[in-house]
């Protein structure tokens, strides 16, 4: 375990208390969070490509959550399943909420007493990474967990810290992955840097299926992917502290010369993105390295996925192609011109595929004259995250032009989606577009004013996503490969199973 690297669990279910009220199903006695977490470490350590990888903790679950003696709930379950999975590079800690937040009274922000989430608070400031542990109320998390983020954002607490999430609900469509997006996105918007629970399906989280305690215990999917997301937490963790930790010097030296920034406009309207994306980077103070590749895709023609059989599989992929090749969607015009001659993609991979970090740039708005390439381009890039992930440990970020008082769904949708890919979601930037010629025209003086207003911070979120993708990238240079298969989860034809890639 490393020294430096520690990872939180944070429960926040309600009925993880004992002896309040008949009419509660809560657990049937108290165990401290040490000897909780004492349990865990003394396990045999397993990463999720192991062929038993659940057999260590299913079965330390089980005895947990044991009718005759439960001293955990479901989504307490699920967070210990994760700090499992981080032990293996991290210290670990495990931190109920009840514990500073009270058993039976209100957990509205109005009532809380500050003072007694003083020592989570400690905690928080030692912590590299934090995995949030819910159950799922109406599609969201506990009240518990809601005055935790509140508590945390207020403090600043989250502010570069690597966050993952995992949640149980009775159902299977529970709304586990809704609670979960939430919580990313929110803490994303706090400065944290977020991961969902990597392979072998990289989603948003743990996502647990269980009513009455103990019924996560059987569920071994809600297991396998909240021990993911710990694991995911504690690499990205140990990754940034390297990052954080390196002189500019030793980071100047590993960092890949150039270090690439791809942005790539995929919805716009008129070139406003472009030029917003153009002029932002003039503003730029960043390091000589550094180069920005602007691809618009918005200037190409991106034929639509046709959903093959082929994409899940690589060494298929291979078969069709030919053994080597670095583009491997079956769209490709080698194999039939006639069809594929129009579509753009295959002579942009490169520039898709050549980078350090990206940027995906896009314009939320539904009037005319909209471009938009997005969501054919986002299902394209199939082949890429089923290649043993390619954009693996990238850092990326949304860069969204919005007008004023516009409601914008694209930064959330550039991180789910996106997030898929296994890469290292970084803060939004936003950049507010203010048209002079609208239902109330402006003067050009006054329109170059209130864009001003509204993007003081841009150019800054763009430059510390530069910095910290660059440092970033710099410590995956000067770290162990990572061993990556893509499994493919959901699907009869499994020759993509038997591939292995190393990837930084």
């Not at 966050?163 to 299977?172: D, F, I, L």
Request: proline fraction near 3%; charged fraction near 25%.
């Amino acid at each position: 375990m490393s020294d430096n690297n520690l990872v939180l669990g944070i429960a926040g279910s309600i009925r993880n208390r004992a002896g309040i009220d008949d009419a509660v199903e809560g657990v049937d006695r108290n165990v401290s969070t040490e000897t909780l977490v004492k349990g865990i470490e003394q396990l045999e350590h397993r990463d999720i490509y192991h062929e038993e990888f659940l057999g260590e903790i299913k079965p330390h679950i089980q005895g947990l959550t044991d009718g005759n003696d439960q001293v955990i709930t479901n989504s307490d379950a699920l967070t210990l399943a994760a700090l499992y999975g981080a032990k293996g590079a991290a210290d670990i800690e495990f931190h109920k909420l009840t514990s500073y937040l009270g058993l039976d009274e209100s957990y509205a922000d109005m009532h809380i007493d500050r003072d007694r989430m003083e020592p989570l608070a400690d905690a928080l400031q030692r912590a590299d990474g934090i995995v949030l542990g819910t159950p799922v109320y109406f599609g969201d998390r506990s009240s518990l967990m809601h005055t935790f983020l509140n508590f945390a954002a207020d403090r600043d607490l989250l502010q570069d810290k690597v966050v993952g999430t995992v949640s149980c609900g009775s159902k299977r469509n529970g709304g586990q992955e809704t609670a979960n997006v939430y919580a990313l996105f929110e803490s994303l918007d706090h400065g944290a840097y977020i991961v969902g629970n990597g392979p072998k399906t990289c989603q948003y989280g743990g996502t647990g299926w269980g009513g009455d305690i103990g019924d996560v215990a059987t569920d071994d999917f809600g297991l396998e992917t909240s021990m993911g997301t710990g694991l995911r937490v504690s690499g990205v963790a140990q990754l940034r502290n390297a990052a954080e930790g390196a002189e500019e010097s030793r980071v100047a030296e590993a960092t890949p010369d150039p270090f690439t920034v791809g942005v790539l406009i995929t919805r716009d309207k008129n070139g406003e993105v472009r030029s917003s994306v153009e002029r932002t980077i003039s503003r730029i103070d960043h390091a000589e390295d550094v180069e920005f590749n602007v691809v618009d895709f918005t200037e190409s023609y991106v034929q639509a996925c046709i959903g093959c059989d082929v994409c899940p599989t690589p060494a298929k992929v291979e078969d069709v192609t030919g053994e080597g090749k670095d583009y491997k969607c079956i769209i490709d015009d080698d194999l039939d011109e006639d069809r594929w001659t129009e579509d753009d993609l295959q002579d942009l991979h490169s520039q898709l595929m050549g980078n350090d970090a990206l940027v995906i740039a896009a314009y939320d708005g539904d009037e005319d004259g909209i471009t938009d390439t997005y969501q054919t381009l986002l299902e394209r890039t199939r082949y890429i995250r089923r290649d043993d992930w390619r954009l693996h440990n990238l850092p990326l970020a949304a860069y969204v032009v919005r007008t004023p008082q516009k409601s914008s769904t694209y930064p959330m949708k550039i991180m789910t989606s996106w997030m898929r890919h296994n890469t290292i979601i970084n803060p939004p930037i936003i950049h507010t577009s203010v048209d002079a010629t609208g239902e109330t025209p402006l003067d050009d003086e006054t329109a170059a004013e209130l864009e001003a207003h509204y993007n003081e911070g841009a150019t800054e979120q763009f430059a510390d996503f530069v910095a910290r993708a660059r440092r970033l990238r710099a410590a995956a240079e000067t770290t162990d490969a990572d061993e990556l298969s893509y499994k493919a989860t959901g699907y009869q034809n499994k020759i993509l199973d038997q591939t292995v890639s190393s990837r930084t």
